[in-house]
């Protein structure tokens, strides 16, 4: 049996709900550890399609802890987005003095559904300034949500924002171009 990241037992291919039960039994053993209760509420259940319940959680580690680090402020970002509090989202990140990128795709994305387009491009424009890779695509291959919907929410969001959807030739396993046909015929 292998640890994974919250230090408990996860079977071989259990799935990521088999994972909430022991951090569910953890919290509620241990419900005054920010750390733990942050984990939980902004690492597995916005994953698992419960964004709701991951907000009071991550709220709960910080009230325990208010000096609390400012990735609690990216992380309920997350939660908030999923759950349409786009608002919220951004003021969350807006709150970080050094956004990572994924909580700079969070406030983009929060900017794309609020309809300010011009402040969602230019977060887009910082994260494609650290990674001329990024895609929409490419990010999302980092979330793994059990919920279809969660998913294509993230995506309209960042669409709305402009981070391109994929890189020219990475959804196309052709490279032949128009002058490579015209030059066939």
Request: contains cysteine.
């Amino acid at each position: 049996m292998r640890t994974g990241f919250w230090a408990m037992p996860i079977r071989p291919g259990a799935s990521r709900s088999g994972r909430l039960r022991p951090t569910r039994r953890h919290c509620r053993s241990n419900p005054n550890d920010p750390e733990l209760l942050q984990d939980y509420g902004a690492s597995l259940l916005p994953l698992a399609g419960r964004a709701g319940d991951g907000i009071a959680f991550v709220e709960k580690a910080m009230r325990l802890n208010p000096r609390h680090p400012e990735r609690y402020f990216g992380n309920l970002a997350l939660n908030l987005y999923l759950v349409g509090r786009y608002s919220d989202a951004v003021s969350m990140v807006r709150r970080m003095s050094a956004p990572r990128m994924d909580h700079r795709l969070y406030l983009a994305a929060s900017y794309g559904q609020l309809g300010r387009l011009a402040e969602a491009a230019t977060e887009v424009g910082k994260v494609l300034q650290e990674r001329p890779d990024m895609t929409v695509e490419r990010f999302l291959a980092t979330l793994p949500f059990q919920k279809t919907s969660d998913r294509e929410h993230i995506r309209a969001g960042l669409a709305m924002a402009g981070l391109p959807a994929e890189k020219p030739g990475e959804g196309d396993l052709s490279t032949e171009t128009e002058s490579d046909r015209s030059t066939v015929q």
